[in-house]
């Protein structure tokens, strides 16, 4: 056996044994799910236990709390928790956008001080990007950050803030000129801390019925000019970095899985035990019709992924493939939600809580949930534009 | 195809007063500050509202009149049951009703002599025909009577805890039959609140086992399958109208917004990519409105109304599905929070499509009856 | 035995044993469908044969030609051809737009002059409304009329004029002033002889393949002025009270059918008939789940008509039912056409002219037709935006 | 499920070069202005680019080298039909190499020697597996070979006129076998045109009987069985590469036109109402092409190929003939006219569609592949 291989059966012998019992109630399917503080703790626990085993950061350096070991035995951890469908890394922005952007561009004092905290979820992290009524457009971040002295003087407010009640620090973007030459030169980046006096975080009900994401408020909020990432005016440039990473673009990221992830497999077991008047829901033929042709969406899409590694396949409209990756990913997944829940006869009506509900009433949380992304970092409406203009040159309105 | 279908549409001038009536009434009695605050509360209805409904002689309208009822039949229902679901009522009285076609079809004259009148005067009814495994065939009943004893339990049961009385299917030596059994025969401990979507809606597991019935409170025989089905018809029709009056509202929640939020400079109503779903909301309100009132029609001529009933119940199910998932999408972050009404009638849409069959059950149910086997 | 009912008997009996034999080329299904010389005389003998047999214009008035019979025999004559599915009154444009709106506004002379021969199919009738470039707005006539001592003098362009090659008068919309107060105002309405020189038809071949729909020139055309009806200026007044004929709101016209209506039934035939991999298309659980979407769509269109008869079930939004009826019915048509094709198996891919084409390859062609119906008279888009602004009162662009 | 699909994706550097080539001169030989004129001749092909064809070595890509081929296998054909259907090619192309496949897959040494130099050089080829019902079952034979002499008619044969060979499906004893039959044992009266949707092809109906056929004519047995299914399955890999061909062409008509029209003072492209299924439409092609090249690397590496190729036709089918009834509806009065090229799409998408099993004919044999019995 090769030393990969070997390395994989100790992995998922790991995975196995220490997988956290499955809770009594329903955990989060990522990291802005994640609304309770039972969820929060067990998903805590989790990513600690990982990170003391280590099995998480393990290409990052050793001297900030890293493995330093090659990528791509962090690759096999993911790949094996993606398979066995152990509980996500739960510290998301810190693993993915906070935790590579520090590595990239911090000082040393930075990493020595953030990083082993991010890794072991002893200190949580969040984004404050998006704003209310600006959508996705961060170029119209209207958050104002003042300098006097030795800090910034913060007003203004976030959305989607997820994990904010719990989060230790904030990746912030914040106007610092508003008379800068365009609207992107005039930001600043921050990794803010959230205990500053005048920053409170509201947590916002979802239509789940469920918190887990909050709007946070900065009121004459205090943050130490040391916090900036960056000169003042170089925001827009680092949050754009930061996005490489989220995107896995640029790699650098620590690891794990950050999310469950939604397969049509889970649909077509869902179809092998629920009913439908009766009868396995497999054997209905408009189900059995629905199926495959979610199956070979599906897997149209995981072949996109494969073809555009070919760069021949993909010279006719270079970005269509990467532009189109959201909305196709999202409205494909709220359509296999609303489509799971009609598997279910008349359980169907069932909820999060009740004893009866079909594998606890998952599938129409996530039908739910499935709109945070349809609407969330530019609705499926917007997102079509953008395809038609940029990919299509179709005429801007 | 079998014989032509019949485009029969009667409405009559007391139905018409009904609905004026029940569209005043609805909306003054059910703002959605209310719907909220009752989601909150055990019964899911506010006790003076439901006396006025009383008083209104709504309970009463497919009650024949040596009950007390006013004997305008079912179809004279829909228009109410469409303003209540315009208004996300809850409550008994969809119930009650479905429970009342149980007696008026199946039960012996003692029987609805003891409580059609009660029924009249304000008491709630429901039935119990559902059960664990998701079925929506009502022939598929666990639940057994032997020496007059129940054994099994029933789900999806609206209202067990305020109904007075409880239609119960079950097999007796295999027959099927219904116990008429006043709720106060089952310990309050067999009762227990399911979870459901709709949270304006109250629904019960009830556990049977060791709960008596006397003879006298039973159907049986041909009595027993007329109610049956006399009572799912009238569940069909009646959830069909409810989420008729659903779409309505739902459009009028999305028009408002797409009338007031602008986005890039402009309204976001005038962009094409919200307007016309919108407009698709609107053909599938009446498109589905149609059928409900045709199959009313029908039932009223005492025609057979199978294929009209699963129609307007498939045609309704997924246009209020089809609008309130546009009406979250459409009110972007907002439409995300559970302040945001769109989530309401998305989970009123849910309840109906899965309650008496879903839409792909019933086109299905209309293959061999359109197509032939 | 009623009279009436003894009158269908009659009417049944009668258009059983004289219809025409079944034609050796695919008939059209509309009046704009009319493409060959032998579809139009085919058509055109049968109207003649069909008046002459006293069932056509029952009751238009006897001494124009008509039978000064109740409208209640015309209505019977009418659903029986429509049953029996007899060839259509090919002089549509003379029958439902030009003859209602002759004897309502003509003159004694006119009314000598014209409706008779609108009854025989002797005299054909075009329309002359839309122009190239403008779609269904009228008030964008271009078409020049210049007064000319006792002529007016016409310059411009008509589209869709069928029959145009075939018609001895034409209705025509055209502008006598350009500077009137409003764009309506300066619009004349005319009776004008196709002879005229300067007038020239020129046929439009269809994606169909086939010709049937025109575009009409007019170079310096002249038209006596008597063939104005109608006051100068008044012609947009005329023209809108010709549509209401058209519609069939307000009655009037000469009876009889004026297309081959399709049916989702006939689909419904046709899959019991047609093989899909060797079984009858109607055993295919796809086609059947198709077939009762369709048949419940097509109900509740019927049920819409149905319903508009009681006002009380349409004081929501009264205009709902009304304007969306072309929209519904045009892209049901063209759905159902497509959906036709897909039960034939292999011989889907074949079409007119074929030997072993199923019923002709008159499915295919009507796939193509059915686009004249999305497009023509306000696209569907364009009527999707109609409703939404004016029964849903949403912002206009 | 079975066991999980496999996202297998390779392209060779000759594919690539083929491709290369494939879109340069298919561009070059076939303007539209040239379709339109080939669709007036009776071949629908020029000699002269036939030959440019020929000289390229396109007809011997799949052809094993000892018969003079680059033996580059059938996925360095996708390109290739891919830029023809891009460029709506009539001409024998694909026929040819659905005979290859027949001949590569099942033909003995001698037949492949006779037949696969003369293909290679230039000679077309063609297949005759359809019948009259429509089938797409090509077990459903009922053309009979009994002592030497045919009985029965094939349908829809591409290029039967120009063919020098057509590859016949019959039945010997009730067994499947193909005949290898030179066109000119056929009396050219037996072969009649068929009128098919799409004018850029020519389909023949061929009356068989009392055609002779040499026992050494014959591919019987196992290797007839593996014919069969190796050229349905090229089949429906060549189809699905034409049509995501067809489907790139639409959408450039399309997007060229949403830039140039002007409706109520805008560029009409700027209308969500056309814009946003102009992107549907791209989304299909690059579904359906992912589809297409994943089938295609399965075949390269003798993968089981059924599952992706029927997903690749499906996908592809659905793709092609959505984007072309748009075209036509997007391109208004225009797009009713013959004049308008939207409908040459069209009909190649219908075309497309109905040959070797539509889109739903896919979906459900895919279902106890994916899912079981």
Redesign the interface.
Known sequence: MSELAEFRSEVSAWLSENRPAEPDFLLPETFMEVGTDSQFHYLRDWQQQVYEAGYLGMSWPREYGGGGKPQALQDIVTAEMARLNTPFMMNTIGLNWAGPLILSRGSEDEKQRYIQAILSASEIWCQGFSEPDHGSDLGSVQTRAVRDGDDYIVNGSKIWTSLGQHAKHMILLARTDPDASNKYAGLSFFLAPMESPGIEVQPIRKLTGEFGFNQTFFNDARIPATCRMGAEGEGWQVAMSTLTFERGVSGGQAGGTSMIAMKVADVVELARRAKRHGKPAIEDPWVRDQLVRFLSEEQGDRLATARAKHPALVVDRPGALALSGKLRHTEHRRRLCQFAIALQGANGARYMGDAQAIEGGKWQRSYFNAFSATIGGGTSQVQANIIGERVLGLPKH | ?SA??K???S?SEE??ML??TAVEFCKAASPIAEVRDLVLTDSGVRADVWQQIVDLGWTGVAVPEDFGGSDLGLAAVVPLAESMGRHLFGGPFVATQLATQTLVAGANAEQQAHWLPKIVAGSAATIAF?E??????LQ?ISTTLTAGVLSGSK??VLDAQIAELIAISVRVDGQVAIALLPSAAIPTTQI?R??????TRR?Y?VVLDGVRVEPDQLITGAAAAAALQATEQAAWLLHAADACGGI?AT?DLV?EY??TRT??G??I????????P??DM??GL??????V??AASLLSAQDDAEVALR?AK??SDDAY?FAA?RA??FH??F??????D??LY?RRA??L???FG?S??H??A??PL???N
């Open positions: 195809m032509e279908l485009n029969t549409m409405f139905q018409s609905l004026d559902a664990n495994d998701g079925s929506w065939d598929a789900t999806l227990s399911d979870v459901v979507l709709d949270e629904s597991s309505h459009i028009v797409l009338n986005q890039f402009r309204k109503g005038s962009y094409q990519a919200l307007k016309h919108t407009v609107l053909m009446e498109r589905a409105r149609s059928h009132y045709h129609m498939a045609e599905n998932d979250i999408q972007g972050g439409g995300f929070t559970y302040e945001c769109a989530q998305l849910l309840w499509q899965y309650q879903d792909p059950y086109w299905a209309l293959q359109l197509l032939g």
